[in-house]
């Protein structure tokens, strides 16, 4: 039956490619994404949720042409595809007002759909790497439609480099265990090994944004258009993670690296290098001035806690890495799709010429308000719970650095967000005569914040999902109810909180309704007994520069960082470059030396 | 007296030297004083002679090297004669500028901001004139405001 | 009934002289080379049921033209020919001498892939560098002449150090058949590592490897767009070839680690030029000087891994159809219509190796075959210049996105028509066809 | 039925609990003022000040608004800081502590602090803009030294629910064990910044800023952010207390513990918060920068010193 | 005049705790720090300088008005929330003091905004200042402090007034 989604997507991706309509192509789409969205629904018929049940099943071995590809479910894959199957349709249906033309976003989006359906589902690596590649081009060719060359050039060189690396690193695992299925794969923990898994790991790690490897991210972010990125930096920048899970925990082999996980050096690095990245990448984030910039550095903040979750490696940790990976999919793609109506409407990226956009755009308004909720970890959203669960994994495994950073990149993720929420959508009401974002737009944004919802009153379900991974990756399941979760250390109760707020509510809410009070217009704000309306306009949005105190106390700090390494590493490699050049100088005499040369060298070494 | 060396000209009065000079003069007089040390520029005043109806405007310059301080005084018509703007010399004579502009109605060509300065909307002549009757003005605008009574003017 | 596969070289040949007699010069050669096409085609597939084809044409073994066609011999002259006639049809307006000098050139390539004799190998390798002299010359204007100058001098060195090799040889061994002298190998004397040195260096200058190709960046340079892809997938391809027949005769370990030396001198050179390389149809010389670097990394592999002939096939036929596409694109500055947007796109990824084009099948085996020698430096070769490679095509990419200078219909479909080539065989690989070929080669 | 009976008892014992806090609160406010007058040798307000002035407040007869997100700060304010207050132990009496720990607070603590955020920035008030700004780098650089002595807590006691933290303290208070000392000196002065005493009261300078995020604030609004600052009293030094001086714990058993436990927590509470105004009253306020270089450089690096003693001290 | 209700808490509650932002113009404004420091301690009495008129009840006029601050005084004026008092301090708001002549200055502040209490003194004493604290909290305990509903009665009259002092007396009907 997988034959059947698979080839539904294949023909719908080459006839969307020559649909010139909007709406055509992306009803199409739309309804396509919702097989393979249907497909896993079914599978959860085994890992703990089955809401229906068509009956697909699961295993498919495809040979043509000389090479066998093997696709089956593993319970870690039916997770990682519900998260990025059900982002997908409200993706598409924002964009079908998004755009005003289909210019090819449509078939690379189903090229994607297909892509990420055969990395999760491959079960050998061949098919996974050729999958892993084919989702690189798709992105690529979605970055090439907005031409920017530096987003270009530093994407293609990162993915091509991650792709060969993972390339090498199965390469040698298939020279040393003779196999390419994941099944048969018995990881060692010899140097080897070692080797290989550190390869991939990092090839798994320049997807992932991971710290040193992170400079592609913005400019490919704040150039490619906003349904793309929301799915890109929420759906498929967790594929990175997936395959390190799949290495370190979903491999049959994997029980042999238990000596491997915890005690050795590498996945406590991992988890340094996690905690590092959450922790720069806010500070990052607080600074920038453009909007899509400063939420491509806040998702790479957010990814590094999923790092820091994998490096731990506790059962906690993992359910905590899952939960934060499945939040962070849904806030962010609503925090994107929320910039992109935004700039739908104004025009307008650099938060110091927003301002005020929240009095004529609510509703757009709203879903930003609630991901940015869920994004800050409010007690009363579920993104609280997943950053808990972290926390107490490093509580657990007694990580002294890391806590108190991941605490600090927690608290820093406040004052970016406060900065999304005054710089953009409160303040000054610069743009009075824009109206609010056609209803699919808003349509979108709404779908994806109904899952944060869901898991805020409920984590527990969240937890029945990832039980089935964690049984079969060996780690002890979680024990919690559905609005409960114990850990060794202590509790988060949801209920308490939201009943507990209820009667907190109470007088708030009296002295509320009680009093009368009545509206008062924008000029009418105490500046100093000023009054706005005699001059002309005075600018009295705040946003410009606006932690100006902070950065000059921390930009110092942040200038080392990983650009002026790579800046360096270009210079040398131009260098030997403009060296190579040199050789071809277009003098004839000199490339016949070259050859009689050649010849003697050669010959000499032959008779030697 | 320092400056009646640089400048060679103008009468002592209380320990300061008065320099009667014409409307040109004075950018060329003030351009030496201030290269001569008189780096402080005091003030620039403006006296209503109604009767000669003529305006007397006064540059005041003082020096901390010789502590001596230079009054250069100018004649000009009350009406329709305008001066020259030095606010490149010393950039707060833009200021005064503005002041006397809005007080006696001077004009003052190549100063940008003459606009009004204390008295927002004021539509009569300008105020400081000696032919501004400030008691009339009293008595016609602002005892001519009605002091809010209510009816029923409990307390 | 028996295919002779002396065709393939007689009639280009003959049609070749005849055109002056003829008028309409553009259809005759397209009639040939499409002939040509499919005879290669039929001969293919009767190799691969029964075994190589010998022929010996006119004189008996030690003296008479001996061809020799197997399963990749095959395919590559099936290659040659289809691009050819692809290529053919996006030049415009077409002259006599024009038409004889690209079938020359074409009849010449083939006969280098199927001969099996080796003066006869140098015979087809002076018509095939006489051939394309005057292609490159042929606009006419500076730039051409300098590049066919430089060509000429190189390629007059070439055939003087050949033919010396072939004289050692035959001094030592009394044949020119290469079976003939691969089975007597062991009896030679010093004299044979001369002639090999003489002989590498004499195909090398032609097959572009790292110190003898300094007229590959002035000849594609000067060369018109067509021509230049002629070169790409012509007389290069046939060179590197007969390279690898080359380490077939002389299969000493010294003779694969010297080929993997030079291929990785030629590989990280020719990327590293290619990036600081600012005009287009330069870059492209420079990027195929590289990908030259790679195939004979994996020519290097011969012996010791089976991946390496899949490799050497995939990345020769994605090469050469890919750069042939691109060459044609870089007539113009920019990605004019809809479908040479598509070649240049599909092309591109297909020489970084990316999935659904051919290259990926390259990049897999390749590394997977030197995974199995455990040779760390030629992976970190590889990785090091693929990035390079994906930089600078990047680059490429977001220049000639931006500009968007019409193109006529003739222009824009041979391109597209390459490019789906290789989309066609990166999604049907037929592994297994090529995969017995290797047995031959060893055997 | 019992259980039903006894919930109910446990509701309202939480109720009472929590508005007997609310009420301290309101009336530390009072005397805080008085202290702060006697410092500066003045007579000072009575001390039920601060009932009068939420009185005066509420009963304002006209209120303005600037939109639904702006009263949002209203909303989230008291019942963030009530929220708090239910989740930390009080006396040892354990509310509903049990169910969250002390990241839970930590979080909850962050509740208000947005919303008020949230209403100052829909006002528009460029004063209250900056106010917040202030406000948000203060939280950064009094977050980072407080966290790292939680974390030393957390790890010695090897529980993260602040219940179990002032239960394991019943005979040995935190502040007596030597490095423990380091980190109650360090959360004490993250203390001052907190409740935004003298010293660290940037984000509310009447001078500068026309006080800060308060500018638009009036009436009913500005009442209930003076519940909220009488609540802060109290939960923060509840916070210190709990962690640091046993949460008041004296006597285990029945009500009459209960009764002790309270007065203790009282006092403690009380001497807590003298000791914040004393510094207040004795400090002209800094600037921004200094502040977060305060906290991050000298206050961090005790707090290191104290996290790195524990930790040694925990493993071997 | 009927009055709005007010009840007493209210009225006691804000006349236990009034909020002064005083407007410093003129030279009244360097008599107000003696009153808040130990000697005279204005906060024994629940008196507190505030920043902005949100938050404040009374609104201290320390001075001459020119035409220019007028227009700021009424701004602040308005933003302060019922119940509100204007107190306004020596003799320049009275009468305009000894700038009785000036054409810039505000003779009789009573026209443009309902001022409560005045308190003569070419710059009143802090006992004086004290003394008139009490005053206020006197009338406001008995309810007859009622300058802001006044103001809201008399609206129109009040903006006529104003009207006529910012054009300087020429207003086009």
Redesign the interface.
């Known amino acids: 039956m997988v034959e059947m989604v698979f080839a539904v997507l294949i023909i719908a991706f080459i006839f969307t490619l020559f649909i010139k309509n909007n709406r055509v192509a992306s009803i199409i789409s739309l309804v396509v994404s919702l097989f393979p969205l249907a497909a896993f629904l079914d599978w959860g018929r085994e890992f703990g949720i089955n809401l229906i049940s068509i009956g697909f099943e699961n295993t498919m071995n495809i040979n043509m042409a000389g090479i066998t590809l093997h696709f089956s479910i593993s319970p870690l894959a039916w997770f990682f595809g519900i998260m990025l199957f059900s982002l997908i349709p409200p993706i598409l249906l924002y964009s079908y007002s998004f755009f005003s033309k289909n210019d090819g976003f449509y078939p690379f989006m189903i090229l994607l759909m297909v892509s990420v359906m055969g990395i999760l589902l491959s079960s050998d690596f061949l098919s996974f790497f050729l999958f892993w590649e084919l989702m690189a081009l798709g992105i690529f060719i979605m970055i090439c439609r907005n031409g920017d060359r530096k987003a270009m050039v530093r994407y293609l060189s990162y993915s091509v480099l991650s792709g060969v690396l993972i390339l090498a690193g199965i390469a040698l695992l298939y020279h040393m265990n003779g196999t390419l299925l994941f099944a048969e794969i018995m990881l060692k923990a010899d140097f080897e090994t070692m080797v290989a898994i550190t390869m991939l790991i990092i090839g798994f790690a320049i997807k992932a944004a991971l710290m040193p490897l992170h400079t592609w991210v913005p400019p490919v972010y704040s150039t490619s258009d906003e349904p793309f990125v929301a799915f890109l930096s929420g759906g498929l920048s967790k594929i990175g993670y997936y395959g390190m899970l799949l290495l370190l925990f979903a491999m049959p082999g994997a029980r042999v690296m238990e000596a491997y996980i915890n005690s050795s050096i590498a996945t406590y690095l991992l988890a340094i290098i996690g905690s590092l990245t959450a922790f720069f990448a806010t500070f990052l984030a607080i600074f920038e001035d453009d909007l899509r910039k400063l939420l491509a550095y806040s998702s790479i903040a957010q990814l590094g806690y999923i790092a820091v979750g994998i490096g731990t490696g506790s059962s906690i940790a993992m359910a905590g890495a899952l939960f934060q990976a499945f939040n962070h999919a849904f806030f962010k793609a609503t925090l994107f799709l929320a910039a992109g109506s935004v700039a739908y409407r104004t025009g307008k990226w650099k938060i110091s010429e927003l301002g005020g956009v929240a009095y004529k755009m609510p509703l757009t308004f709203m879903a930003a308000l609630f991901a940015i909720f869920a994004l800050a970890a409010i007690p009363i959203t579920s993104g609280f719970a997943a950053k808990w669960l972290l926390y107490e994994a490093a509580i657990e495994r007694r990580y002294v650095f890391i806590a108190p950073i991941m605490l600090i990149a927690g608290v820093g993720a406040f004052l970016y967000s406060f900065r999304i929420l005054y710089g953009v959508f409160l303040g000054e009401n610069r743009y009075p005569d824009i109206k609010e974002a056609p209803k699919p737009m808003v349509a979108g944004m709404f779908l994806l914040v109904m899952p944060l919802i869901i898991f805020l009153i409920f984590p527990g379900y969240m937890l029945d999902m990832m039980d089935s991974f964690l049984s079969s990756a060996g780690l002890a399941t979680i024990s919690h109810s559905p609005y409960v979760i114990h850990t060794t250390l202590g509790n988060y109760n949801t209920i308490a909180v939201i009943v507990g707020m209820m009667f907190a509510m109470i007088p708030a809410f009296l002295i509320y309704v009680l009093r009368k009070q009545h509206l008062v217009d924008f000029e009418d704000n105490f500046i100093g007994g000023e009054i706005p309306s ?1 001059y002309e306009h005075i600018s009295m949005h705040a946003a410009h520069n606006f932690y100006k105190p902070l950065k000059d106390v921390v930009m110092p700090y942040l200038e080392g960082g990983a650009t002026s390494i790579y800046s360096s590493l270009y210079k040398v490699v131009e260098k030997i470059a403009d060296g190579a050049r040199k050789i071809y100088d277009g003098v004839v005499q000199d490339y016949a030396i070259y050859v009689m040369l050649f010849l003697l060298i050669i010959a000499g070494w032959l008779l030697w | 007296m320092k400056a009646k060396e640089i400048i060679g000209r103008g009468e002592e009065v209380h320990g300061r030297l008065y320099v009667k000079v014409e409307k040109q003069e004075v950018r060329e007089l003030i351009k030496t004083l201030k290269e001569n040390k008189f780096q402080h520029f005091v003030m620039l005043s403006c006296i209503d002679w109604i009767d000669d109806g003529e305006f007397e405007l006064v540059y005041h310059l003082w020096s901390y090297e010789y502590r001596e301080h230079v009054m250069i005084s100018t004649r000009i018509k009350r009406e329709g004669e305008e001066m020259e703007s030095l606010h490149d010399l010393f950039p707060q004579i833009e200021t005064y500028e503005r002041e006397i502009k809005e007080m006696y109605g001077v004009n003052f060509i190549g100063n940008e901001r003459l606009t009004p300065f ?7 002549m300008p ?1 400081m004139r000696k032919d ?1 009757d ?2 009339k ?2 008595k ?9 009574e ?6 | 009934m028996v295919i002779h596969p002396v065709l393939l070289i007689a009639i280009p040949l003959l049609f070749a002289f005849l055109m002056p007699l003829l008028k309409r010069a553009k259809a005759v050669t397209i009639i040939i080379l499409l002939f040509n096409t499919l005879l290669a085609i039929l001969m293919f597939h009767n190799v691969y049921n029964n075994g190589p084809l010998y022929e010996i044409i006119a004189f008996s073994p030690p003296i008479g033209i001996y061809l020799y066609v197997d399963n990749i011999a095959a395919l590559l002259a099936v290659m040659i020919n289809l691009l050819a006639f692809i290529n053919f049809l996006s030049v415009e307006k077409v002259e006599i001498k024009f038409a004889m000098l690209y079938l020359l050139a074409v009849a010449s390539s083939t006969g280098i892939v199927i001969t099996g004799d080796i003066f006869n190998m140098f015979v087809f390798f002076e018509i095939a560098a006489v051939s394309s002299y005057a292609l490159v010359a042929w606009k006419r204007d500076k730039e051409a002449l300098e590049g066919a100058i430089k060509y000429m001098v190189l390629g007059s060195i070439a055939s003087v150090l050949m033919l010396v090799g072939i004289a050692f040889l035959y001094s030592e061994f009394r044949s020119l058949n290469i079976y003939d002298i691969m089975n007597r190998m062991d009896e030679g004397s010093v004299l044979i590592l001369l002639s090999f040195a003489f002989l590498l260096t004499g195909i090398g200058v032609e097959a572009e490897i790292f110190p003898l190709n300094g007229w590959v960046p002035d000849a594609y340079q000067g060369a018109a767009g067509s021509i230049a892809s002629l070169l790409s997938f012509g007389p290069s391809k046939a060179g590197i070839y007969a390279i690898a027949r080359l380490l077939m005769i002389f299969s000493w370990q010294q003779s694969y680690d010297l080929a993997l030396s030079v291929g990785i001198m030629t590989l990280l050179i020719g990327e590293l030029a290619a990036f600081r390389q600012e005009n287009v149809k330069r870059m492209l010389a420079y990027s195929s000087i590289g990908q030259m670097g790679l195939i004979l990394i994996s020519l290097s592999m011969l012996d010791s891994t089976d991946y390496a002939i899949i490799a050497f096939f995939f990345l020769l036929v994605s090469h050469a159809a890919s750069k042939g596409a691109l060459f044609l694109l870089s007539e113009r500055k920019g990605f004019g219509s809809n479908a040479s947007k598509y070649a240049g796109i599909v092309s591109v990824m297909s020489l970084i190796g990316m999935p659904p084009m051919a290259g990926f099948w390259g990049k897999w085996y390749i590394i997977m075959g030197a995974m199995q020698m455990e040779a760390w430096w030629i992976i970190a070769a590889i990785v090091f210049s693929s990035v390079v490679e994906a930089a600078y095509f990047a680059r490429y990419l977001s220049t000639t996105m931006q500009e968007e200078e019409h193109a006529s219909i003739i222009a824009a479909y041979p391109p597209a028509i390459m490019a789906t080539l290789t989309l066609l065989l990166g999604i049907l690989p037929f592994i297994y066809k090529i995969a017995t070929i290797g047995g031959v080669i060893n055997g | 039925m019992v259980t039903v009976v006894s919930g109910l008892i446990n509701v309202l014992i939480i109720a009472i609990y929590a508005t007997v806090a609310m009420m301290i609160g309101i009336l530390f406010m009072g005397i805080g003022r008085k202290i702060v007058a006697r410092v500066h040798n003045r007579v000072g307000p009575p001390i039920y000040q601060g009932f009068i002035d939420i009185a005066k407040l509420i009963l304002k007869k006209t209120n303005i608004t600037h939109g639904w997100i702006y009263d949002l700060a209203l909303l989230f304010s008291i019942t963030g800081i009530v929220l708090t207050i239910l989740f930390l132990p009080i006396g040892g009496v354990k509310l509903l502590s049990t169910e969250g720990d002390a990241f839970l607070v930590l979080y909850l603590l962050a509740i208000p602090a947005l919303g008020f955020a949230l209403g100052a920035g829909a006002s528009g008030n460029p004063n209250s803009a900056i106010g917040v700004m202030r406000a948000l780098v203060m939280m950064l650089s009094y977050e980072l030294p407080f966290v790292i002595s939680m974390v030393a807590l957390m790890i010695y006691y090897d529980t993260t629910s602040i219940a179990e933290i002032v239960a394991s303290q019943y005979g040995k208070w935190a502040i007596l064990i030597p490095p423990f000392a380091i980190s109650a000196a360090v959360a004490d002065m993250a203390l001052q910044g907190m409740l935004m005493e003298a010293p660290f009261d940037i984000p509310i300078a009447p001078h500068e800023i026309a006080s800060g995020p308060m500018a638009e604030f009036g009436g009913k609004h500005l009442g209930s952010l003076m519940i909220y600052k009488a609540g802060t009293i109290v939960a923060y030094t509840t916070l210190f207390v709990d962690l640091f001086l046993g949460g008041g714990v004296v006597m285990k058993g029945g009500i009459v513990a209960d009764v002790v436990n309270f007065i203790v927590w009282f006092i403690l509470i009380f001497l807590v918060f003298t000791l914040s105004l004393l510094i207040n009253t004795s400090f002209p306020r800094f600037r921004i920068e200094q502040a977060f270089k305060f906290y991050w450089k000298y206050e961090a690096v005790l707090a290191i010193i104290a996290l790195v003693w524990v930790y040694w001290m925990v493993i071997s | ?3 709005e209700e007010w009840s007493k808490i209210s009225r006691i509650a804000s006349k236990k705790s009034l909020w002064i932002l005083h407007f410093c113009t003129g030279c009244g404004a360097i008599e107000m720090p003696p009153v808040m420091t130990s000697r005279f301690d204005m906060e024994r009495f629940g008196m507190a300088p505030m920043a902005t008129p949100r938050q404040a009840d009374v609104l201290l006029i320390t001075g001459y008005l ?3 601050t007028l ?1 700021r005084v009424i701004q602040v004026y308005e933003q302060m929330q019922d119940p509100k008092y204007v107190v306004a301090f020596g003799s320049c708001p009275i009468n ?1 003091g000894m700038y ?5 200055t ?3 502040l ?2 443009y905004l ?1 001022v409560d209490l005045y308190l003569a003194g070419c710059m009143p004493r802090p006992e004086g200042i004290i003394n008139a604290m009490m005053e206020l909290m006197e009338m406001i305990e008995k309810g ?1 402090a ?1 300058g802001w509903e ?1 103001y809201r ?2 609206y129109e ?2 903006k006529k ?1 104003q009207e ?7 207003v086009e009907e």
């Open positions: 005699l | 204390f008295l927002e909307g004021w539509p009569h105020p501004f400030s008691k003005f009293i016609d605008v602002f005892e001519s405001i009605p002091p809010v209510d009816e029923d003017e409990g307390i | 005049m009927k009055y020119t035409v220019k227009k305009g009785w002549d000036s054409y810039n505000i003779n009789q009573d026209k309902p007859e009622r006044k009665k008399n009259k009040y007034n006529m002092a910012f054009k300087f007396g020429k």
